[in-house]
């Protein structure tokens, strides 16, 4: 049983960079089993994926948040990682991460991690 | 661009059948397998259905999926307290090339 659990900082400033950890249990990220994902839920919204990584590196991304978003690998520490450049206000969210079975069509997320709240705001 | 719509609130009383409604375009729903989510307030998402109409372990035979050309319903049998959630519908978007989410719908049991 895959288990998720998000960490980073719960309030960041207007144009600075949101950073949020997803460490990983229960399975190794480097087994190619699974496809990483970040989405996030403002406050009374829906969902919105903003991209996601594989083993090998390669990442797609939501072409809404391209321009600002990384995300990226750990394998020594199990940790996938979110990087989100020069955001506003409208950037206030929970962010989860997820994972999709590589073998499974149609990129259902079977696991979630719980969610970060990060609140932008000066 | 696209999207995927649905009602933003449907209601049932205990016992009853409720269907919650997706519809879509060619570019997902219409060429592409459908998942739903089940969230609980203050909590994250569950998959409840992926593949149009598959359950995962664990999942209520009262929760059903199907798909029929660029639309999709999740129905709900026998209606009970415990499934008043928020449902999400899903699926791959070949022009965002990644998945797209429904905007949600609030089920409340009356």
């Known amino acids: 049983q895959v288990r998720l659990q998000e960490s980073g900082p719960v309030l960041v400033k207007p144009s600075q960079t949101l950073s949020l950890t997803c460490t990983v249990s229960?399975?190794?990220?480097?087994?190619?089993?699974?496809?990483w994902s970040w989405i996030r839920q403002p406050a009374g919204k829906g969902l919105e994926w903003l991209g996601r990584i594989y083993i090998t590196g390669n990442t797609k991304y939501n072409p809404s948040v391209k321009s600002r978003v990384t995300i990226s690998m750990d394998t020594s520490k199990n940790q996938v990682s979110l990087k989100l450049s020069s955001v506003t206000a409208a950037d206030t969210a929970v962010y989860y991460c997820?994972?999709?079975?590589?073998?499974?069509?149609?990129?259902?997320?079977?696991?979630w991690g719980q969610g970060n709240l990060v609140t932008v705001s000066s | 661009q696209s999207v995927m719509t649905q009602p933003p609130s449907a209601s049932g009383t205990p016992g009853q059948r409720v269907t919650i409604s997706c519809s879509g375009s060619?570019?997902?729903?219409?060429?592409?397998?459908v998942n739903w989510y089940q969230q609980f307030p203050g909590t994250a998402p569950k998959l409840l259905i992926h593949?149009?109409?598959q359950r995962p372990s664990g999942v209520p035979d009262r929760f059903s999926g199907s798909k029929s050309g660029t639309s999709a319903s999740l129905a709900i049998s026998g209606l009970q307290s415990e499934d008043e959630a928020d449902y999400y519908c899903s699926a791959w978007d070949d022009n965002m090339n990644g998945p797209m989410f429904g905007g949600g719908t609030k089920l409340t049991v009356l």
């Open positions: 997820a994972a999709t079975d590589y073998y499974v069509s149609g990129s259902p997320f079977d696991y």
């Open positions: 593949s149009n109409d």
């Open positions: 060619s570019s997902n729903i219409g060429s592409k397998t």
């Open positions: 229960g399975g190794s990220i480097s087994s190619g089993d699974y496809y």
